[in-house]
């Protein structure tokens, strides 16, 4: 396994749409477990593949409590085929925008169907931080990122911020 470099905003890699992934093979199940090593070494509790300049539907999630035993789960082609009629509100931060963090409210509650590491479908319904992360990590196989939900004018400066950092 290996500790892979996490790529950050302005790079347009983290605005294209991923494809989806035909077959579980070695090298999807090596991008998982590089994954779940670089989210764990950050740390996180959500990876998705582009973040590391992979345009793949691949995503790492582990939203175990403080205090809990790990739970890595590892998806590829992850698809929310239910939402829950509640909300949540959390305040979401993200590797590729480093101390950034913008208040989200998404679907309490998902269902969502995936191929696991092993190649097989699985359904998983979530809920709390699991459901929030699930879809947070969804967001950027489509090319979206959390400044998407403030208003122009605070994504603008966030953007600039980036840009001359990544000049300097
Ligand atoms: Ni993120």
Do not use: W
């Not at 959390?90 to 190649?119: F, K, M, N, Q, W």
């Amino acid at each position: 396994m290996a500790v892979l470099p996490i790529i950050t905003i302005p790079d347009p890699v983290l605005r294209k749409i991923s494809d989806p992934v035909e077959r579980v093979d070695d090298a999807v199940v090596k991008l998982m477990d590089d994954m779940l090593e670089t989210m764990y070494a950050a740390p996180g509790v959500g990876l998705a593949a582009p973040q590391v300049g992979v345009l793949k539907r691949v995503a790492v999630i582990d939203a175990a409590e403080d205090g809990q035993p790990p739970n890595p789960i590892a998806m590829a082609n992850p698809e929310i085929v239910a939402l829950g009629s509640t909300t949540r509100l959390h305040e979401e931060g993200c590797l590729s925008i480093p101390d950034v963090r913008v208040e989200i409210e998404r679907p309490a509650a998902v269902t969502v169907r995936y191929i696991d590491r092993a190649g097989k479908e699985q359904e998983l319904a979530a809920e709390g931080l699991l459901a929030t992360v699930i879809q947070h990590e969804i967001d950027h196989l489509d090319g979206q990122l959390i400044i998407d939900f403030l208003s122009r004018l605070k994504r603008d400066i966030i953007i600039r911020k980036f840009k001359k950092q990544a000049r300097s």
